[in-house]
């Protein structure tokens, strides 16, 4: 059996890492880290210390990195609303110490008997709740069809694996996702403004639509420039939080303007797709908002990648073009698909409706594609 040596620690709990480091001895080795260290590491136990303030958050950054991994919490006193929030990301693993050591020691030494047979075992693609990651289809431009394919990217995901998938339209003035995927909706994120605080996974599933081939969970812009006043980045950042907790993928529409909300969205995702069509206004563009991500802070290392659409022979570039303006990887290259897709939009119809579909219009064959390696 191939046992695992290296416990991860994440948190600042002065007295309860010194409590740790005396029960925990050879031949265990313990790592206290950062967020950002432990998202370099391979984690395959990890040990949250509570210290009020991110337990729940390193939690979450643990389960979406290390989607395997086992987590335990520790806490200096008892705590039943973090044990709570811990059990609804499926973290039921809850010690107090001092007055728990000797339980705490059984189960630690068993799950690392358990990571042992694990290792042995072929590893399987699966989901882990409360570790979602947050996709972020943005662009400087309009009209590079971020909307639709971002709406084509969550159904896709949803059809073609059995992970749990939350579509958020942030076009708070138009809207989109409604008319892509032929929705009549009454309701709209701005329903969840009552319960932000509270937020669990029973109020997104009572305000979203539920795409009826897919079951995508929609939620649908209010379409309303007042309204949409409404909407704050810090109501944005708890809707992000709670989702992630309760999904395994959060797809983000965002508008083309910069403001605080779409930069709580940026900063939050796991990754930025940027869709771009291949001209020179394009390579303009993209200079500008390289820029304006620079002057904000924004991290695009490992996160930014772009979506070519619109590809066609008679391109003013190629994607070789565009790799000498930019290191960024491509994810994806669309082809140039007018006539089907406007046959689907007149006609109210999303462009996927079941799994395993053969008669695919060249835009889905080729996101289809996109999500399949995405997923191995």
Known sequence: MSKINDIYVLGKNEELAAMLQEQINDPYQLHFLTVNELKKADAQLVLIMNNEDTAIEDAQTALTEHPNATIICVSDEENFSLLRNLNQLGITDFYVLPGEELIFMERLELMVAEIGLKNEE????????????????????????????????????????????????????????????????????????????ELGEHHIRNVSEKEEHSDLNVLVSPRDAELSEKVTEEFVAKLLRASKRHYDFIIVDLPVWMDERTLTVLEEANRIYYLMNLDTVAIRVLKNVENLFQRLGIITQDRFEFVINFKAKDNELTKKDLERFSTYPVASEIRKDVKNVQAYINQGEPLRKRTQEKKLPPISKDIHKWVHSMLK
């Open 122 to 197: 072929k590893p399987e693609s699966s989901f882990k709740r409360g570790g979602g990651q947050i996709f972020a289809f943005y662009s400087g431009s309009g009209g590079t069809g971020k909307s639709l394919i971002s709406i084509t990217f969550a159904q896709t995901l949803k059809l073609e694996s059995t992970a749990k998938v939350l579509f958020i339209d942030l076009n708070l003035h138009y809207g989109g996702a409604e008319t892509f995927l032929g929705l009549d909706s009454n309701r709209s994120i701005i329903d969840l403004l009552p319960v932000i605080d």
